[in-house]
């Protein structure tokens, strides 16, 4: 084991860990008053949820040693009654075992917790974490094992996937829209006004994934190496290209450039860089940045022609962002970068690094869809997705969690 | 003596103008309220992520103000010369006849309580 590796890991397990809070942040201000507290408790329970499921079983399905054809761990590290000494494939690793399994916790927290831009305002607590927790198990873990663990069968296939532009962004889209089809829209949508609550909060949140994502990506290399420094470098350009080509298109469309949309844009740029931030040089990461704030900004706009209620642009942002970042990947990876890569047609290794990304992203997008899809049409026949009309229009931070989250002094009085 | 009340509906930028000017002529008491509304004005228009708002009810500032009957002009001219800028949405004024009032602390009822 090499102590600076487990420490840089360690410290990026934190990194990412911080960015769930963030993300509650940064979701929370963009809904309603009477549902931000809502909002926020989807992350918090996934960061208590997963981090249980994950040590009893899903991280052992993930990184544990393949059970044939690439499609599974075994059940070899469930429960972790011991701590592991090497992980399947990854032996050229050379940060602690633990320290990994530690760090990809958090990449399974931050995905679940995703989903609940799409659902909030009307989604039951217990049913979204139901809804999360099997979601873990059946997609979420089998989707990490075929792209993270080197033994799974789309990484033997040659798909390169830096920090999860499959397994991250484009599960949580595509999950985020499976559950929004059967869920359907929030009553009054879109007729009625559904304005963030809090834009300051919103950009609060910003701020910490920003930061956050530095470790997402960096620490994705697993270790200390001019391959994790590439990674941050790229994740900073992408976030500020992100944001500007946002901007861009904002006011080359609306003639106002909004704060929100500077935020947006920033994690768009950071979505699409998420695949690539090892595999490709700086002046890539500014170019992948910069379409990756434009083309989602048009994509969040697509929701109201297509009459789906992706509240916060789940589909739109991570979607979109990650299938456009594994593209592009096709186009700007190259081995002098990272000699664990491959070149891709920008550096003479022609169209197959392309097609073999297109691949992932196809499979990744149906599968999560599919996965999520008849998860969520059970727990619509059994325990209901929804919550009531009344509970609805009353707001979920009282109905679900008889809270408020703004209240200028109680007016009511103490009953036992 | 005739009590009326006077209820304005001002620019919340304005408050600062009206409340001087209500002291200026000696007026001592002075209710303010954040309030949500529209007139002719109408409301303004919000862009979150590409998608437009039309923001119907715009905050104002509304202020009631118990007069005698006598000061009734004197103070509502002076209300709307100090809430005044000339463009839309400057608010309205109104004047209703008030029943009684009491000053909680000592019970004194009519004029003696303003």
């Known amino acids: ?416 | 003596m005739e009590l009326k009340l006077i209820t304005a509906v001002i620019k919340p930028f304005k408050i600062d103008d009206v409340k001087a000017g209500l002291k200026s002529i000696g007026v001592d008491g002075l209710t303010v309220t954040e309030v949500h509304g529209f007139g002719r004005q109408r409301g303004h228009t919000e862009v979150y992520r590409g998608a437009e708002y039309e923001i119907d009810f715009v905050p104002k500032l509304k202020l009631e103000i118990v007069v005698e009957g006598s000061r009734v002009d004197e103070v509502v001219d002076n209300i709307v010369s100090n809430a005044a800028t000339g463009s839309i949405g400057d608010g309205k004024v109104w004047v209703t006849t008030l029943e009684t009032i009491v000053r909680v602390r000592t019970n004194e009822r009519g004029t003696d309580a303003i």
């Open chain 1, 1 to 416: 084991m090499n102590t600076t590796d487990t420490l840089w890991v360690i410290v990026s397990a934190a990194l990412v860990l911080f960015m769930t809070p963030g993300l509650a942040l940064f979701y929370g201000g963009m809904v309603r008053s009477k549902n931000v507290l809502a909002i926020m408790m989807n992350s918090l329970a996934a960061m208590a949820v997963v981090t249980v499921l994950w040590v009893l079983i899903a991280g052992s399905w993930a990184f544990g040693p393949d059970l044939g054809a690439g499609l599974l761990g075994d059940f070899s590290l469930a429960g972790f009654t011991h701590i592991p000494t090497s992980l399947a494939g990854l032996a050229g690793v050379h940060a602690s075992p633990l320290a990994v399994l530690l760090y990809q916790m958090m990449f399974a927290i931050i995905t679940a917790a995703l989903i609940s831009g799409g659902t909030t305002d009307r989604i039951k607590f217990t049913s979204f974490v139901v809804l999360i927790s099997a979601w873990t198990l059946l997609v979420y873990a089998p989707l990490a094992h075929w792209i993270f663990s080197p033994t799974g069968w789309l990484a033997q296939r040659g798909v390169l996937d830096f920090a999860g532009g499959t397994v991250v962004e484009i599960n949580s889209g595509f999950s985020t829209l499976a559950v929004v089809l059967v869920l359907g829209a929030r009553r009054g949508w879109p007729r009625d006004s559904m304005t963030p609550h809090s834009v300051p909060l919103s950009l609060l949140g910003l701020g910490i994934l920003w930061f956050g994502w530095l470790g997402f990506n960096g620490g994705s290399a697993l270790g200390v190496s001019n391959v994790a420094v590439s990674a941050v470098f790229n994740t900073q350009l992408a976030a500020a290209t992100g944001l500007i080509g946002w901007l861009i298109y904002e006011r080359s469309t609306e003639h106002y450039a909004t704060t929100l949309g500077a935020a947006s844009g920033a994690v768009a740029g950071m979505v699409a860089i998420t695949p690539c931030a090892g595999f490709v040089p700086p002046y890539a990461a500014l170019i992948i940045g910069l379409l990756a704030g434009l083309a989602c900004s048009k994509a969040v706009r697509m929701k109201f022609k297509l009459g789906i209620d992706d509240s916060l642009d789940v589909l739109g942002v991570h979607g979109v962002g990650g299938v456009i970042g594994m593209v592009l990947l096709g186009l700007f990876a190259s081995k002098a970068v990272n000699s664990a890569g491959s070149d891709g047609l920008f550096y003479g290794g022609g169209i197959h690094l392309m097609l073999t990304e297109l691949l992932a992203a196809s499979v990744s997008a149906a599968f999560a869809f599919g996965a999520t899809w008849v998860i969520a049409q059970v727990i619509k026949h059994t325990m209901g997705l929804r919550v009531s009309e009344e509970d609805e229009l009353k707001g979920l931070d009282l109905s679900q969690h008889a809270e408020s989250a703004y209240s200028a002094g109680g007016t009511g009085r103490f009953s036992s």
